[in-house]
């Protein structure tokens, strides 16, 4: 299993930047697939960017040309990079890992973003 610890959420202006951290307890290189989701009181969670082992991404149309997920092996480590943050933003992010065909998530970190 891998366990995962989230960072770097906080409040944010809207227009603002946040760049939040997972930050995964082994190698992540193994890891076919990691990603971030996020959920609102009352709502679903939902995708929000996801890469590959091999660095292919993906992301929800509502944030694409906005947000920027990353990853760097040597610090077993995935990012996200949220520029032009809108108030429909915000909730609680998680991170997932698929790791021998289980799902793993973290704790979650709060952003919000004021209007």
């Known amino acids: 299993q891998v366990h995962l610890v989230e960072s770097g959420g906080g409040l944010v202006q809207a227009g603002g930047s946040l760049r939040l951290s997972c930050a995964a307890s082994?190698?992540?290189?193994?890891?076919?697939?990691m990603g971030w989701y996020r959920q609102a009181p009352g709502k679903q969670r939902e995708l929000v960017a996801a890469?590959?082992?091999?660095?292919?991404?993906d992301y929800a149309g509502s944030v694409k040309g906005r947000f920027t997920i990353s990853r760097d092996n040597a610090k077993n480590t995935v990012y996200l990079q949220m520029n032009s943050l809108k108030p429909e933003d915000t909730g609680v992010y998680y991170c997932?890992?698929?790791?021998?065909?289980?799902?793993?998530w973290g704790q979650g970190t709060q952003v919000t973003v004021s209007s």
């Open positions: 997932r890992a698929i790791d021998n065909g289980y799902p793993y």
């Open positions: 082994r190698s992540i290189s193994s890891i076919n697939r």
């Open positions: 890469i590959t082992s091999g660095s292919s991404t």
